[in-house]
Structures are given as structure tokens and as C-alpha cells.
């Protein structure tokens, strides 16, 4: 879902890039103020295992393929929405710089698609479907289904502004793809949640992250 | 588990994803490629025929709409060294891997709240 640099005029691609560092900046305030040094190594090895699994496209029917974003897996893990945004900004940064992969104008938007809605719907979705369900894996494939699911949809949104996408059309392509990519987001998420949490169950004893 | 050791198992599992992921990645575009080829009938939307020189047209075509002509040449574009082969992937895949563990830590480190 990363949108490369011809897909947005200039001037909208400025727009994402201002909402995204108002993001950046309430993300590094929430590392000043909640991100102890103890996570440090945490936040650092769970960026790179998410670098890593998003160069796994995995196929979906229709000539297509997607892969994890993993913004809802890093808030959900650090007990953070903000923690999404920065694990995920820092990722599009090397993608975009040293790989190509999404564009450098729009790059704002990528960070805005990816980082924020997939930080805040993977987060707030988890607490929220958790505490009516009381499955910590159901709620986070649930919330990570939906947080890809609404960034691809903001993304169709955005490219129907653009005037590269007409809307409807635009809006169901998009909407179809990752409806399905999004069971690859969930099943991955709830995964990998299974795996931290067993090596280190007091991550779903506090729902404000692992601790130490 | 010590922190220690699930740091350095966290690292071995994200190593073993670069290396494996270029042999296994699928090459089709992705969600958001494959519905723009759609929309501009380059491939059809519930099909996998992808018409490449449709789909070169609709990458100019992209460009001539939003007037964002911005390029630029990344050092290891699409996760490949140029005039490498597979083995290229997966140095690029471990590379980027590895930066963002360095990176990341960095950033976290010189962000995190300290602690007294």
C-alpha cells in the first residue's frame, strides 16, 4: 500500500507530510514521556521484524499479492497508538530512501495510511474488542484486520482527491484487495502477539506494554 | 524470559524472514498497484492478466494527471542490488534488516524517557 511520489500532486503530498509530523512529533513526546530505556531493545527488534516480514508478499486471488504493515502489532505490543506511528515512520523512511519502495514527496501520506491509522484503529480496536470478547488474539487479528482495511480505504480517499482514482471505483478495488490482505495483517498480528506474549506473558497482564 | 535473550531470538527470527523472504515473496503487484492497473485497464480487477504495456501507460498517464514528476534513484531500489540476482534480494533484505535494528535504536535511545 505504499504510494509512490506520481500518484499525488505536490502540493495535497505537503498536506500528508503536515499531518504526519504533527503525528511524529506527539509520537516522540509519547517516547519522552512513556518509552522507558528498557524498550529500547524491544522497539528496536520489533522494527526490524517488521521491515523484514514486509518484504514477504504473500499471494491473494486476482493477480495480487500483499503483505503486513505491522503498525497495529507495534501498538498493541508497546501499549501505544503512538508506538505504530513510530516504528512505522521509521520503516517508510528506509524503505522510501534506501529501497524505492513508496514514494519521498508522499511520503507523508504513506506514514498517515500506515503509521497512524494503523497505530490508532490497531490499538484503540485491540482494548475496545478485547475487553467485550476477552481474547487477546481474536481482538488483535479483529483490530489489525481493520486497521489495514480503513488505511487502504483512507488511501482510495486520498488518491479519489488526487484525481488518480475515481472514487467508487477506487473505493472497491481497494476495499476488496485488502479485505483479504487484511486476514494476512490479522493472522500475522495474533501471531506473532501469541509468540511475544508467551516468551513474555506480562505483555497482556498490563495493557500498557511488556514492562521490562 | 530474559530480555537479553528475547532480543537476540527476535533478531535470529527477523534474520531468517530477510533471508527467506526474496525466495518466497510473490512477484504480483500488490493491492494497491493491482487496483490502479485495474482502474486503468491495464488488468482486470477480479483477473491476473497483467497487459505490461498498459500498465506502462498507466504509470504515465499517473504522472500527467497529479504533475508530481518527483524521481528519484534509490540505492537498492525494489529490495535488489543492481546487476545482482537472487543473491542481491537477500543481502539488500538483510541489509535493510539490519539498519532498521541499528537505526531504530538510536532513535529510541535518544527519544525514550530516561530513567533516573
Not at chain 1, 486476482?62 to 516504528?87: D, E, N, R, Y
Not at chain 1, 481497494?174 to 479485505?179: E, I, P, Q, R, S
Not at chain 2, 504495456?53 to 537498492?76: H, K, W
Request: some cysteine; glycine content about 12%.
Amino acid at each position: 500500500m505504499h504510494i509512490p511520489d506520481a500518484f499525488i500532486p505536490m502540493g495535497q503530498a505537503l498536506i500528508y507530510w503536515v499531518i504526519a509530523l504533527i503525528f511524529i512529533v506527539l509520537a516522540l513526546r509519547w517516547a519522552r514521556r512513556s518509552m522507558g530505556e528498557e524498550k529500547i531493545p524491544l522497539v528496536a527488534v520489533l522494527a526490524a521484524g517488521i521491515f523484514a516480514i514486509q518484504a514477504l508478499n504473500i499471494p491473494i486471488p486476482w493477480g495480487t499479492s500483499g503483505h503486513m504493515v505491522g503498525a497495529a502489532l507495534a501498538a498493541i505490543v508497546l501499549g501505544s497508538p503512538f508506538a505504530g506511528v513510530f516504528v512505522l515512520t521509521l520503516v517508510l523512511l528506509v524503505q522510501g530512501i534506501i529501497f524505492g519502495d513508496g514514494g519521498i514527496t508522499v511520503m507523508g501520506a504513506n506514514i498517515v495510511n500506515m503509521g497512524v491509522i494503523g497505530g490508532f484503529i490497531g490499538y484503540y480496536g485491540y482494548t475496545a474488542i478485547k475487553r467485550v470478547i476477552g481474547n487477546a488474539y481474536a481482538a488483535a487479528f479483529i483490530a489489525a484486520w481493520a486497521a489495514l482495511f480503513v488505511s487502504a480505504i483512507l488511501c482510495a480517499v486520498e488518491l479519489a482527491i488526487a484525481g488518480t482514482f475515481p472514487l467508487i471505483p477506487g473505493l472497491t478495488m481497494m476495499g476488496t484487495y485488502h479485505a483479504v490482505i487484511g486476514l494476512i495483517e490479522g493472522g500475522i498480528t495474533a501471531g506473532a502477539l501469541y509468540l511475544i506474549a508467551s516468551a513474555r506473558p506480562d505483555i497482556l497482564e498490563h495493557p500498557a506494554g511488556v514492562s521490562a | 524470559m530474559e530480555t537479553k535473550q528475547f532480543v537476540v531470538i527476535g533478531i535470529a527470527i527477523a534474520l531468517v524472514i530477510a533471508v527467506a523472504a526474496p525466495f518466497l515473496a510473490s512477484g504480483d503487484p500488490d493491492g494497491l498497484e493491482s487496483a490502479f492497473f485495474s482502474i486503468y485497464g491495464a488488468k482486470p480487477f477480479m483477473g491476473s492478466e497483467l497487459d505490461e504495456d498498459a500498465a506502462g501507460a498507466a504509470e504515465e498517464q499517473a504522472i500527467v494527471t497529479t504533475g508530481n514528476d518527483f524521481s528519484y534513484e534509490a540505492l537498492m531500489p525494489d529490495y535488489s542490488i543492481p546487476g545482482m540476482d537472487k543473491a542481491g534480494e537477500v543481502v539488500a533484505v538483510v541489509l535493510g534488516t539490519l539498519l532498521m535494528l541499528v537505526l531504530v535504536f538510536a532513535v529510541a535511545k535518544v527519544s525514550a524517557r530516561p530513567d533516573n
